[in-house]
């Protein structure tokens, strides 16, 4: 069994941490890609599984906190098999296109939106939703564009986190709201039980239920790598943002982090 280590020393200036290697940063978008390719007919299972159900709460949480409201444009980047997107549009489900939320979601990961596609087909949400493959660090949108944006579980993919938030402020409107919900550093009474979950028990799950222990190690390992609450907060101040702050769910397994576009 592996126990947590610490990341690799970085062996090169600009390296980017891919779970607890450094890679160069050209590698990493291709490197999470084949992540996400290789669990993505498995995903929404395997959260379930994986979380025991948590993850439902935790985005039920996000979507309370951002009140989507009628007319509004949401733009849920790192957005996979849809999971936020529905969760906005479902309240809406009865009601005139012209009187829901618009969503567009957005993910790196053709597999991932093909999934979320027939699954939004097969629930009856198609008006109102659009989808698209791209790289939350370069958003094929105008300036200003929406009045959310949200992403859930994605910013730790990143290769540039300070980039793709330069781009989430970019493309919301002055006073549009950004809510991330992320992996993040848990109380130190539920660490050693979580460590032990994440490294012993995930990659075997893994392997059982995906057939595929090394993207849960990668996951177990991009959480650790990724900053803390605090730390997180004043990056998304840096990118431009104000009042931000944050909320830990489950003793801090999650952290939602909600700012402003000044
Ligand atoms: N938001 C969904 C959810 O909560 O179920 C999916 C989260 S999944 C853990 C992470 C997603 O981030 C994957 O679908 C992956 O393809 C996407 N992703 C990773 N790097 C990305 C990038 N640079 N730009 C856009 N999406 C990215």
């Known amino acids: ?69 009628p007319g509004e444009h949401v733009v849920d980047v790192a957005g996979g098999t849809g999971d936020i997107a529905l969760r906005i549009l479902e309240p809406f489900r009865d009601a005139a296109v012209t009187a829901r939320p618009r969503v ?34 370069a958003l094929p949108l105008p300036d200003g564009c929406a009045d959310a944006y949200t992403v859930a579980f994605g910013m730790r993919n990143m ?38 979950y994440s490294f012993r028990l995930l990659p075997v799950m893994g392997r059982v239920i995906a057939r595929d222990a090394e993207s849960y190690r990668y996951l177990a390992e991009s959480i650790r790598t990724f900053p803390a609450q605090d730390a997180f907060a004043e990056m998304i101040t840096a990118a431009g943002f104000g009042r931000v702050g944050y909320r830990n769910l489950s003793g801090g397994i999650v952290a939602l982090h909600a700012g402003w576009r000044t």
């Open 1 to 69: 069994m592996t126990e947590p280590t610490p990341p690799d020393a970085p062996t090169a200036p600009d390296a980017v941490p891919f779970g607890f290697r450094n890679v160069a940063p050209e590698d990493k978008s291709g490197l999470v890609r084949g992540v996400f390719d290789s669990v993505s007919s498995r995903y929404d299972i395997m959260n379930d599984v994986m979380s025991g159900g948590l993850h439902r709460l935790w985005k039920d949480a996000m979507v309370r906190r951002l009140r989507p409201r």
């Open 104 to 137: 567009t979601v957005l993910d790196i990961n053709e597999s991932m939106v093909r999934v979320g596609r027939d699954r939004a087909f097969d629930r009856g949400f198609i008006a109102g939703l659009e989808w698209g493959c791209c790289d939350a660090q």
């Open 159 to 196: 290769t540039d986190v300070p980039a793709a938030l330069r781009e989430a402020r970019r493309v919301l409107r002055p006073g549009g709201r950004f809510l991330c919900l992320e992996f993040s550093r848990v109380t130190p009474t539920l660490a050693p039980l979580y460590d032990a």
